[in-house]
């Protein structure tokens, strides 16, 4: 259980490739390249040794459904130093890496918009100026002019909704993988006299 700590981890790494990638222009034959490592070792290699020192020095015993950090002085600061708090942390930075991906997006989308309208009004100000000069010509055959009108914001905002729909779903799934055990963790502090927690609290969890 502990190794597969590694997962949560590899999630927030993955978040950060995507946010370097979007929003810092980062190039798969360039930085990436060079930095591929960091994006691979640290999660697999915190996993890994810290459920190895939990193994080694004899800190998991029956806790639940499984064993983990129990039965110990040291289980309660083990089990939220070595699990609980990189978890959150990886929530967290995953959260607003995904959130920036989606503001950056938007906020090109805007400026796409600004340039597309103000290209359109400069269009239809040249046709309206030519038009007028054909009419002062008495050419009767001028060009209608025509009022340049912004696209819609549905239209506008396609992309940047379809990054939305990634990110939450991205986020979501990686959420819902380890909200119940940390529900768990928190009815437990509530509770510390309680040995056995709701029935229906550990199925959700399993």
Not at 88 to 101: D, Q
Not at 112 to 127: C, D, E, N, P, Q
Request: with cysteine; hydrophobic share 45%.
């Amino acid at each position: 259980l502990q190794s597969g700590l590694s997962i949560p981890i590899y999630q927030m790494s993955l978040a950060a490739y995507y946010y370097l990638s979007v929003c810092k222009s980062w190039k798969e034959d360039r930085q990436f390249k060079r930095y591929q490592w960091l994006f691979h070792l640290p999660p697999a290699i915190f996993g890994v040794t810290t459920a190895l020192y939990g193994a080694i020095d004899d800190q998991f015993h029956p806790a639940g459904l499984w064993c983990f950090f129990a039965g110990t002085d040291q289980s309660f600061a083990l089990l939220f130093g070595l699990f609980y708090a990189p978890l959150w942390l990886s929530f967290i930075i995953t959260g607003v890496l995904m959130g920036l991906i989606y503001r950056h997006v938007r906020q090109q989308e805007n400026r796409v918009a600004r340039y597309t309208f103000v290209g359109r009004i400069s269009s239809s100000f040249r046709r309206r100026k030519g038009g007028a000069a054909n009419a002062a010509a008495g050419n009767t055959g001028g060009t209608t002019a025509r009022t340049a009108a912004p696209s819609s914001n549905a239209a506008e905002r396609k992309f940047s909704k379809s990054v939305l729909h990634q990110t939450v779903f991205y986020s979501t799934a990686f959420y819902l993988t380890f909200i119940f055990p940390t529900i768990l963790r928190f009815y437990q502090l509530a509770n510390p006299t309680v040995l056995a927690p709701p029935y229906p609290m550990l199925y959700l969890m399993g």
